[in-house]
């Protein structure tokens, strides 16, 4: 897929995500959610190189600028969107995994610990739960004590 197309997509799904995505699950079609969950997480992650070396040669407009850093955010909600319907399709340790993958790209992000933290609960898995929560609050101490700062 051209540049141009993936940028061009990535300023689509920016917009259009939560309502499409939303319109799949109030038709009941949880597989057809997913999978567009899943074609705009791998879209995401092919825009993010291009959308940077634009940035990084100074050529960005700024809504250039402005959509690489709805990246991150947009790329978490994408992990959250897969986990939930791998949750609901019935498919609970890909949704462990999908929720793992979100910790492991975004470790200091409080939502995907505590993502994690459910789906470990639901799961039974108590230990695990319970270590994961005790990151969760260190990670949100750590970050109110550089707010403080």
């Known amino acids: 897929m051209p540049r141009f197309r993936i940028i061009s997509e990535v300023q689509r799904l920016t917009f259009f995500l939560p309502s499409f995505l939303s319109l799949h699950q109030v038709n009941n079609d949880l597989k057809g959610a ?6 705009a997480s791998e879209l995401v992650d092919a825009a993010t190189p291009f959308l940077q070396e634009i940035v990084d040669r100074g050529d960005g ?6 959509y690489l850093e709805q990246i ?3 790329r978490l909600r994408c992990h959250r969107m897969v986990g939930q319907l ?3 399709l019935g498919d609970l340790p890909g949704c462990e995994a999908e929720f793992r993958l979100a910790t492991e790209k975004f470790p200091t992000d409080p939502g995907a610990w505590q993502m994690l933290a459910r789906i470990l609960e639901v799961q039974g898995k108590t230990d695990e739960t319970r270590q994961i929560k ?3 609050q260190a990670i949100i101490a750590a970050a109110a004590a550089s707010v403080i700062q």
């Open 34 to 39: 997913h999978e567009y969950a899943v074609k």
């Open 61 to 66: 407009d700024g809504d250039t600028r402005r």
């Open 72 to 74: 991150a955010p947009l």
């Open 86 to 88: 791998l949750a609901a």
């Open 134 to 136: 005790e990151k969760l």
